[in-house]
């Protein structure tokens, strides 16, 4: 088995860029990477080499394996799998740290530093969706980026608090959790974080599992339409949650439809300054972040040189658009900050985060029922279970479809191959290490992963230098995010998740295909109506009832001769078609009052399961009871050997329908449809 090797490229071997990746990127040349692809001995993964005498050694005992017992069998299968080196193949970093260098180690030491300076302010914000005190948030972005740099097969990807998954955390765990922190009006700011913690490891156990099982195909499952109206929705929905918090509202529902209503019946009681704060960070952040793709004049052009304090300025540009939401947030704290340093009574007029617990969390496993003696509230280990439900499944596919999403798109873009199952190991063990750090889930962000690469990352190893600077401000700068209001948090969300609402998708579907729309519309109502949770498993059963639409009713042509009725199925017959099929072909050979023998033209027949045998049983027995016949004609190998070991009783298979009409002794015209072709159904006209 091959294992990848991550090179650093020389400027003589770097791959095309974009110009969205302005740097070099990392060249994965094989993609299996330590995935137990069959090694030379036939076994999973990498085993030792076979001796003589050895049970793997077939040869010497004169048998194959299949004649070993079961016990043995087992062993072998074991003592080829649990090996050190395939251990160390799904630890990625094995093989390319070796070879770091020291232009390396720059590149992505500022990428992880500037990825740092974006997940601060974004990690107390997203708390926030989440139910959670904010330091929560800063807890959710340093485990993930030291374990991915171990595990990981992207260079880009960093892992942490995202929108997506703050929103589902609140949904299915801290929203039912008892309240452990009011505001002076008596409002609920923060609540017990058991669940949330729970659901990390939970979420982490099921992704790990689906990477041992390579279940990672599951992902795919889910449809594009489905992913982007659910985006979509979230954002809209996060957007609008954060919008009270923009205007200081108060006692507003968390249902989207009543959260619009009250926030509108509410809007009387804004808060002015909350409102005028928040309102300067969405545009200075919108603003700012408009600097990170300025295009320099001649910057593109090697013959135009570039003095050295233009390019500082350039640089420096850059950095202010990259770090947009760290200076909204640093100097909103420090305005406010000042104002209450001349005696103003701030809190007044000013909604701001307050104290937050500093340090580093303590490394526990997290506790799998809440007991709390300050609120007098207890739920068990089956209330918790309980009170979780569908999250424990729906929020790790969510994860998993954001983090493959964005290591795909990436992957392309800068020119190299990411390993999925292996991507389903490495985030399965964040989430589970995270846990113990009284972290939230967490997965891939787009938007750090869009700024570590044009940061110039080139190695997963940038994310230690991101999680290092969480923990340094977890330990220094805690004290100082006291000032930091709530408004300018909420606007700092608000400009990341505008972007996320893709209105462009509806044209697209349009021209494209339009029955895509309908997964879409569907999702997008209904995880605006009934719920983030519950929107995307009816957009998921949607898009896959359509999947399997084409299956239960597949294309078929049903054409006359003289004196039969030729049944050509466009595909292979499985048991939701079998039936329609036979009730059709009985139905079109009967037209008009006449009696038409039936001929199965299996030449596009790839598959025939069990009930589609039974069926043509049964038409092959109405066929004898209205003195008709029923005659097979052409058929794979593997389809024909199915209908003779079958024991079809008076089965006649023919090579084509020409032979099939010269048994029938009927004379080969030109075809005739019945009623032309039958109608495509209305799932295939769209």
């Not at 209503?261 to 309102?279: A, F, L, N, Q, S």
């Not at 001649?298 to 500082?312: A, Q, R």
């Not at 340090?359 to 068990?380: K, Q, V, W, Y």
């Not at 589970?432 to 992963?449: A, D, H, K, L, M």
């Amino acid at each position: 088995m091959r294992d990848i090797e991550l090179t650093v490229l020389g400027d003589s071997q770097k791959p095309s860029r974009t110009e969205k990746d302005p740097v070099s990127t990392i060249s994965y040349p094989d993609s299996s990477l330590h995935m137990g692809k069959p090694a030379g001995n036939g076994h999973h993964g990498v085993g030792r080499p076979q001796q003589k005498g050895h049970p793997d050694d077939l040869e010497s005992q004169g048998g194959s394996e299949d004649d070993l017992p079961i016990k043995d069998r087992l062993k072998n299968c074991c003592s080829s799998t649990f090996t050190v080196q395939n251990a160390l193949g799904k630890l990625p970093i094995v093989s390319w740290l070796p070879k770091y260098r020291c232009d390396t180690f720059q590149s992505d030491l500022i990428a992880g530093l500037t990825v740092g300076l974006t997940v601060i302010p974004q990690g107390l914000a997203y708390a926030q969706i989440a139910g959670l005190s904010p330091e929560y948030g800063l807890y959710s972005a340093f485990m993930g980026c030291f374990v991915y740099a171990l595990m990981g097969t992207s260079k880009d990807i960093t892992l942490g608090p995202t929108a997506i998954m703050s929103l589902m955390t609140a949904e299915f765990g801290s929203s039912k959790s008892p309240c452990v922190k009011y505001d002076s009006l008596g409002a609920c700011e923060a609540r017990d974080p058991t669940l949330a913690i729970l659901l990390t490891l939970l979420s982490g156990v099921i992704e790990l599992t689906m990477g041992v099982l390579q279940l990672g195909i599951l992902v795919n499952y889910i449809s594009y339409p489905v992913i982007n109206a659910f985006t979509s929705a979230a954002a809209i929905s996060i957007a609008v949650g954060q919008l009270k918090t923009v205007l200081g509202l108060k006692d507003v529902s968390r249902e989207f439809l009543h959260q619009v209503y009250d926030i509108c019946r509410k809007i009387p009681e804004t808060r002015v300054w909350d409102m005028t704060m928040g309102i300067i960070a969405i545009i200075a952040c919108i603003l700012l972040k408009k600097l990170r793709t300025v295009k320099w004049r001649g910057e593109d052009d090697p013959n135009v040189e570039v003095s050295l304090p233009v390019k500082i300025l350039r640089k420096f540009v850059w950095l202010c658009g990259t770090g947009a939401n760290a200076i909204v947030v640093i100097i909103s704290a420090a305005v406010i900050a000042i104002v209450d340093s001349q005696g103003f009574d701030i809190e007044e007029h000013v909604t701001v985060t307050g104290n937050i617990t500093g340090g580093m969390p303590p490394f526990r496993p997290p506790a799998f029922e809440i007991h709390s003696e300050n609120l007098n509230e207890t739920m068990s280990t089956n209330e918790v279970f309980s009170t979780l439900g569908a999250g424990i499944g729906i929020v790790p596919l969510l994860a998993l479809v954001e983090t493959m999403a964005i290591g795909k798109a990436f992957a392309r873009a800068n020119n190299y191959k990411i390993q999925p199952t292996q991507e389903l190991l490495a985030i399965g063990t964040a989430n589970i290490v995270s846990s113990f750090v009284s972290s939230y889930p967490i997965t891939g962000s787009f938007s750090r992963t869009a700024v570590n690469s044009q940061s110039g990352v080139r190695t997963p190893l940038g994310g230690v230098w991101t999680g290092a600077l969480v923990i340094l401000a977890l330990i220094v700068l805690t004290p100082y995010f006291y000032y930091i209001p709530k408004a300018a948090l909420a606007g700092v969300i608000i400009a990341a998740v505008v972007q996320m609402v893709d209105y462009e998708i509806v044209r697209k579907l349009w021209h494209a295909n339009k029955l895509d729309l309908i997964p879409l519309f569907v999702t997008f109502i209904g995880s605006l109506t009934i719920g983030i949770e519950y929107g995307i498993l009816v957009g998921i059963g949607v898009s896959l009832l359509m999947l399997l639409y084409p299956i239960a009713r597949p294309k078929v042509k049903y054409t006359l001769t003289s004196g039969a009725l030729v049944v050509t199925p466009a595909q292979g017959v499985n048991f939701p078609a079998a039936e329609h099929i036979e009730l059709k072909a009985m139905e079109k050979a009967k037209v008009d009052g006449k009696m038409r023998h039936i001929i199965l033209n299996m030449e596009h027949l790839s598959d025939l399961d069990y009930t589609a045998i039974q069926s043509i049983k049964s038409l092959m027995a109405d066929c004898e009871l209205a003195g008709m016949r029923l005659i097979l004609a052409g058929g794979m190998i593997s389809v024909r050997e199915k209908l003779q070991t079958a024991n079809v009783k008076n089965l006649v298979l023919v090579d084509s329908v020409n032979d099939a009409l010269s048994e029938l002794s009927i004379q080969a015209v030109d075809d005739v449809a019945v009623n032309g072709e039958e109608a495509d159904p209305f799932i295939s006209r769209l």
